[in-house]
């Protein structure tokens, strides 16, 4: 079965730093775009950033900067990492993948306060 299982999400303080990670299984990884979603209470479901399968990346405005997207073919797995973090940032990180068929994660929980 297709799995995507997101995890390093947590609670820190403005300004720090957290690394995000998607393990993927069931499909074949090296041929997927890979992104990062996030979602806040009340809010739109936003695209982060993306990565295709040669690693071009793209990223959200609000990101550009200070999140870095990557990712390990070998692994099977997409990482986020997040520096300088804001308040704003706050969310639920959503894996996705998309090719001939579009795959979600279950979400990891980021909380970003003092």
């Known amino acids: 079965q297709v799995q995507l299982v997101e995890s390093g999400g947590g609670l820190v303080q403005p300004g720090g730093s957290l690394r995000l990670s998607c393990a993927a299984s069931?499909?074949?990884?090296?041929?997927?775009?890979m992104d990062w979603y996030r979602q806040a209470p009340g809010k739109q479901r936003e695209l982060v950033a993306s990565?295709?399968?040669?690693?071009?990346?793209n990223y959200a405005d609000s990101v550009q900067g200070r999140f870095t997207i990557s990712r390990d073919n070998a692994q099977n797995t997409m990482y986020l990492q997040m520096n300088n973090l804001k308040r704003e940032d706050t969310a639920v990180y959503y894996c996705h993948a998309q090719w001939n068929r579009v795959y979600w994660g279950q979400g990891t929980q980021v909380t970003v306060s003092s």
């Open positions: 990565i295709t399968s040669g690693g071009s990346t």
């Open positions: 069931g499909i074949r990884f090296s041929s997927y775009v």
